[in-house]
């Protein structure tokens, strides 16, 4: 079945913008907090092994042990740099205001590792070129897929339930949802909530789907470098996949898809600019 991944609203954080210029208002301060998650590991960071700047500013992780940098910024446009020595680099333009109204004022951004983290440990690794600092989405094609909608779900739905196997934390997570045409629809999971295996959707679904006529899959996005390398370990159960496929979700280039084959490093065609 071919994918057709659509200019999604869900692919990319988006930024909503206040501009308190305009009507001549002072800008009002708002707090935020930002939650680093290690991608590979499923688990929050909050030392040095990260570094999360705002404005070229160092912010340093909260004394509450609460897993989270807790900073206070004016209204409006800041920007967000997140890495570290074993982390690929994250760049994004973040507004406080839209941030507490969607993710009640915690940003939660997950890092994949870089060359470093995994150096020797005979993880398969999948590395290619694009563009310089843009991003690449990979999904995991398996004969029996370990995510599915336990219901049907219509657009405009804000929360859905998840069935997989083992409890996951899949907070600040990209998935997608395939239809028997192809049409993909991705989106992000906010939040957890109180009943087990529900999440809250930093969006809205744009479609409809029907719980047994659609697949739901996690994406793994990652950025590449200034030089245009990028870079994924393969997640622990996903090297089991029949295929992997992956795309630049801001270009028409198309989706492309290869097989592991029991390989632990693998050179992915260079994509052409």
Known sequence: MD??????EGSKRKV???????TGGQKKEVGLSVMVIDDYRNKIIADNRVCIMIDGKRMN???????????????????LTVGGNMFQRQDMVIDPDEEKEIGKGILKIRL???????????????????????EVHFVFIHLNEPYRLYWDYKAGDKDILIFHQSEMFLDGTQFCLQKADGQVEEFWIEAGMAEAGRYELRYPLRDSYESEKC???????VTSDDEGRFYLPVPAG?????????????????????????EQYVELVKEQG
């Open 3 to 8: 994918m057709k991944v659509k200019d999604a």
């Open 16 to 22: 909503v913008v206040n501009d308190f210029s305009a």
């Open 61 to 79: 992780f909260s004394e509450k042990n609460d897993g989270c940098c807790h900073v206070d910024m004016k209204s409006g446009l800041h920007d």
């Open 112 to 134: 994949q590792p870089d060359h470093q983290y995994l150096s020797g440990k005979g993880v398969t690794v999948l590395s290619g070129w694009t563009e310089p600092r843009s």
């Open 215 to 221: 697949i739901l899959r996690r994406v793994y996005a």
């Open 238 to 262: 996903e090297e089991q996949c029949e295929e992997y496929r992956y795309y630049n979700p801001m270009d028409k280039q198309g989706v492309r898809t290869g097989k592991l084959n029991g």
